[in-house]
């Protein structure tokens, strides 16, 4: 099983950026993709960035793609999140995810 810890949540401007951890502890396969989901008051779910360890193969949704980059550390077994240039909209709780496993959660709150 893994293991998910994230950091880097926080209350940003709009246009401004942050950036998100996840480290993974446990049992973590080569072939394995880590991903950044969320989830914003009143709202499902949703897919927002992941990463295959192996290749660095990288998909994004469409709403975030050329404002965030998801990045990751082999040695550190952690994906990052940049996220720049911050909407309202962005508003969620920002969860990673590996192998069915899920992390607490950061909040990430982008003021108008």
């Known amino acids: 099983q893994v293991q998910l810890a994230e950091s880097g949540g926080g209350l940003v401007q709009a246009g401004g950026s942050l950036r998100l951890s996840c480290a993974a502890s446990?049992?973590?396969?080569?072939?394995?993709?880590m991903g950044w989901y969320r989830q914003a008051p009143g709202k499902e779910r949703e897919f927002v960035a992941a990463i295959r360890w192996s290749s660095g193969s990288m998909w994004y949704a469409d709403s975030v793609k050329g404002r965030f980059t998801i990045s990751k550390d082999n040695a550190k077994n952690t994906i990052y999140l940049q996220m720049n240039s911050l909407k309202p909209e962005d508003t969620a709780i920002y969860y990673c995810?590996?192998?069915?496993?899920w992390g607490q959660g950061t909040q990430v709150t982008v003021s108008s």
């Open positions: 446990g049992r973590i396969f080569w072939n394995y993709e």
């Open positions: 995810s590996c192998a069915g496993s």
